[in-house]
């Protein structure tokens, strides 16, 4: 099945609201084994429903229409649906009983503009709303499937996974995909695919999907299978050659994240870590403190964002940051040692570096981040060029830090 996603409203042209629920409905297609052919964001306008409506059905078996559901005046989307579908809109006593209760278990008034809400097209399958006030609705015509659904997400979510998730499986009998995904850090998209270009060669002949799918700081390889969970030993294997040729830089599963990792490894060691932070600000404190449960091993962080407190709070040597500056090899380990012995951790990260987008140099140019980790016996440390985004500089610092420590609680450090 090929589907189409439409999304109403004028706030999602403008801007003001994020489109969340189109990739929420794609990625419940998707693992059904329905491709999204195309998402259209439209105003809440007659005329612009209308013509989408005719393209979509056109289109696609599937039509996915969210947003335009609401009480008021402006959600004109089910009045429009009932025309364009030659029906009339009619008080239905099953809706109108689940809109009482629902205003009756919140103690609240329920207006006459609620009770409206029952009002549903005589031409379509109505779908209960137990989150929320507006009913979806199933639709079909020239054997597409049309369903209307709430714009609110939790709203939307529940009607997908309630009503019109079981009702497409048991009707058209759908055989889902099978995914799984890794994750990498501390490589590019494009380096990645040059060490593993061999084994992507014999994924392909074997009619799998690979999908790259890059994030600051990370790459996400995810294997696919059109045929189902029948491939699932197929793809395993292949994830375990992968694993093994780039045992480096893979770090976990789809759900998996650095600062989850690091949080498994030193509950294990049952050590602690802290941050000493320039550049960063606070944000490898906050990476690794992402994950439930980081007060276990997480003690805290300290701001050296000047040179005087780099100096006073963890002991850098002042003639360190005069002669080869903050942003310096020097400067970084004695901001991780001086962290350590301060905070009294097991580990300490330290950054200091060029965010942007102003104050670079020839020999430090903007993105220039120095990173370093102290422990029991030493330090150690590692230049980092990112690029000249600023906000994207801090994201990256504080991935490759937790990563460092990451490989180090797993012996893969130099």
């Known amino acids: 099945m090929i589907a189409e996603i439409i999304t109403i409203g004028d706030e999602l042209l403008i ?7 189109s990739a929420f409905i794609g990625h419940e297609l998707s693992l059904r084994g329905i491709r999204i052919g195309k998402i259209n964001s439209i105003q809440d306008d007659e005329n612009a429903i209308l013509e989408q409506l005719d393209a ?6 599937l039509v996915i229409v969210t947003g335009g559901l609401g009480p008021t005046k402006d959600d004109i989307t089910k009045q429009t649906l009932t025309n364009y579908f030659g029906g009339k809109l009619i008080m239905d006593q099953a809706v109108l009983s689940n809109l009482e209760n629902y205003f009756a278990e919140r103690n609240r008034p329920m207006l006459e503009v609620n009770r409206n809400q029952a009002l549903v097209p005589d031409c379509c399958e109505v779908l209960f709303n137990h989150k929320g006030t507006a009913p ?4 079909e015509k020239n054997n597409t499937i049309i369903v209307s659904l709430p714009g609110v997400p939790y709203e939307m979510k529940g009607l997908m996974l309630e009503s019109v998730l079981p009702r497409l499986i048991e009707r058209k009998q759908l055989k889902g995909i099978y995914h799984r995904s890794i994750q990498t ?13 061999d084994w992507e060669n014999r994924v392909r002949e074997d009619k799998l999907g690979l999908a790259y799918l890059p994030s600051p700081g990370l790459v996400k390889l995810r294997l696919t299978s059109y045929v189902g969970i029948e491939d699932k030993e197929l793809i395993d294997n292949y994830f375990e050659e992968l694993i093994s040729l780039i045992p480096t830089y893979y770090f976990g599963g789809e759900d998996d994240t650095v600062s989850s990792i690091v949080g498994e490894l030193l509950l294990a060691k049952k050590a602690t870590v802290g941050t000493v932070e320039s550049c960063t600000a606070g944000g490898i404190a906050t990476e690794i403190v992402k994950t439930s449960g980081a007060s276990a091993y997480f003690e805290g962080s300290v701001l050296t964002y000047s040179y005087r407190l780099k100096e006073e709070l963890v002991g850098v040597d002042p003639n360190i940051i005069k002669t080869l500056g903050a942003v310096s090899k ?6 991780a040692l001086g962290g350590r012995k301060m905070l009294g951790v097991d580990y300490c990260l330290a950054a200091s570096g060029i965010a942007g987008p ?8 903007v993105g220039t981040v120095w990173i370093a980790l102290a422990f029991e016996g030493g330090v150690y440390s590692k230049r980092f060029q990112f690029g000249k985004l600023r906000e994207i500089n801090t994201l990256l610092s504080s991935v490759a830090a937790v990563n460092m420590l990451r490989m180090k609680l797993l012996g893969m450090l130099d």
Do not use: H, R, Y
């Open 15 to 21: 801007g003001q609201t994020v489109d969340t629920n």
């Open 56 to 61: 979509s059905i056109q289109a696609a078996d």
């Open 136 to 139: 979806g609705m199933w639709f």
């Open 185 to 197: 850090t501390g490589i590019g998209e494009s380096f990645l695919a040059e060490i593993i270009a």
């Open 330 to 335: 020097e400067c970084v380990e004695q901001m």
């Open 358 to 365: 102003e104050g670079g140099t020839e020999d430090k140019p």
